[in-house]
C-alpha cells in the first residue's frame, strides 16, 4: 500500500502511524510472532529513517498491547 503513494521521500510519522496501526492489530488478532517491512532505499537513503520510526512506532504500540 504505502509504495504506491511516494517512492523517494521520508514519510512523514503521521503517514507511517495507519501502517504501524494496522500491523500491530494484525499480530494481535492473528496470533503471529513476526511482521517484515521493507523500505525501498535511494540515494538520500532515508529508507533507515524511515524504519526507525516505524520501529519506534510499532515499539510503542507493543508497549501498550502489554507485549513490551
Not at 494484525?26 to 532505499?41: M, S
Request: glycine letters at 6%; charged letters at 25%; one cysteine or more.
Amino acid at each position: 500500500e504505502m509504495h504506491a503513494t511516494a517512492i523517494k521521500r521520508l514519510y512523514a510519522e503521521a503517514e507511517l502511524r495507519p501502517f504501524a496501526e494496522k500491523i500491530t492489530k494484525t499480530l494481535a488478532e492473528a496470533k503471529i510472532r513476526r511482521v517484515y517491512v521493507f523500505f525501498n532505499n535511494h540515494a538520500r537513503g532515508q529508507a533507515v529513517q524511515n524504519a526507525q520510526m516505524m520501529m519506534s512506532l510499532l515499539g510503542e504500540a507493543h508497549a501498550l498491547c502489554g507485549r513490551g
